[in-house]
């Protein structure tokens, strides 16, 4: 069993047990238990869930593991032949999340 879920405005593909990424969450706490109703897709053993938009009655739980620094983003500004260059460096906070359950409707 799969679904496809709509998290801080990103889509991500999740089945039960596994652990993933995602952009940073707000009022973070270590442990939480989370849930989300906006599931797009739902793939069961033997039938699958279209929603229009979200599939009525399902949802996904899942538990904040963790908080990670992201990738380094390197923003550059040059200008040829005026001895010009900026380099400016990013990185984004990451949730680490594990989904706990995947409740059909």
């Given at each position: 069993?799969?679904?496809?879920?709509?998290?801080n405005g990103f889509q991500?593909?999740?089945?039960?047990?596994?652990?993933?990424?995602?952009?940073?969450?707000?009022?973070?706490?270590?442990?939480?238990?989370?849930?989300?109703?906006?599931?797009?897709?739902?793939?069961?053993?033997?039938?699958?869930?279209?929603?229009?938009?979200y599939v009525e009655g399902?949802?996904?739980?899942?538990?904040?593991?963790?908080?990670?620094?992201?990738?380094?983003?390197?923003?550059?500004?040059?200008?040829?032949?005026?001895?010009?260059?900026?380099?400016?460096?990013?990185?984004?906070?990451?949730?680490?999340?594990?989904?706990?359950?995947?409740?059909?409707?």
């Open positions: 069993m799969y679904a496809i879920v709509e998290i991500y593909k999740v089945q039960e047990n596994q652990t993933f990424e995602i952009t940073n969450v707000k009022d973070f706490q270590k442990g939480q238990k989370v849930e989300t109703d906006k599931v797009l897709f739902l793939k069961d053993d033997e039938k699958n869930y279209i929603g229009k938009p399902a949802k996904v739980i899942f538990e904040l593991a963790g908080q990670k620094k992201g990738k380094k983003i390197e923003v550059m500004k040059f200008r040829r032949r005026s001895n010009y260059k900026k380099i400016k460096g990013y990185r984004d906070l990451i949730t680490v999340v594990k989904i706990d359950k995947i409740v059909t409707p």
